[in-house]
Structure formats: C-alpha cells, structure tokens
C-alpha cells in the first residue's frame, strides 16, 4: 500500500511539472507568428487577494491558475513518461 501511495505521487509531481514547464513554453511560443495557438488558454482564481489583517501581521491569501494549450500538452506526455517509467 506504500508503495501505490508513493507512485500517486510521484505521478502528482510528474504532471505539475509538465503543467508548469508547458505553461512557461506556450507563452515562449506565442511570441512566434505560426505558434500563437499554443498560448491559448484561461485563468481563473481570486483576482483580488482575501486579505486577513490582524493588527500585528496581516495575512494576503490568493490564488490564479492559467491553464493554455501547452501546459495540457505538457500535462499529457507527463503522464505519458510516467507510465513508462
């Protein structure tokens, strides 16, 4: 049982670092006239942070998810990896 948590992951990890490594290529790529379609995505998430003041430390809590075509190409052959290794 160990073993079968530690592969979900290492399979979590596998596909946050496709997500993020294909975000960063698709907005590299839509810079490029023939590959703008890769930067093609949406966020979402707080625009406005919730903010928590304490009068001794105040506390910003925020979160933006951008998802495009590359980071779920990205997210595919993470996944893709995985299975091989």
Do not use: C, H
């Amino acid at each position: 049982m160990a073993t079968r948590e530690k592969n979900i992951w290492i399979l979590l990890i596998f596909i946050l670092s496709g997500l993020v490594i294909g975000g960063l290529l698709g907005e590299l790529a839509g810079k490029v006239d023939f590959l703008w379609w890769l930067s093609y995505g949406e966020s979402f998430g707080l625009s406005n942070p919730i903010q928590l003041d304490l009068n001794i430390v105040q506390i910003s809590f925020g979160l933006m998810v951008k998802i495009n075509i590359a980071s779920i190409i990205g997210m595919i052959i993470a996944i893709l990896v995985y299975r091989k290794v």
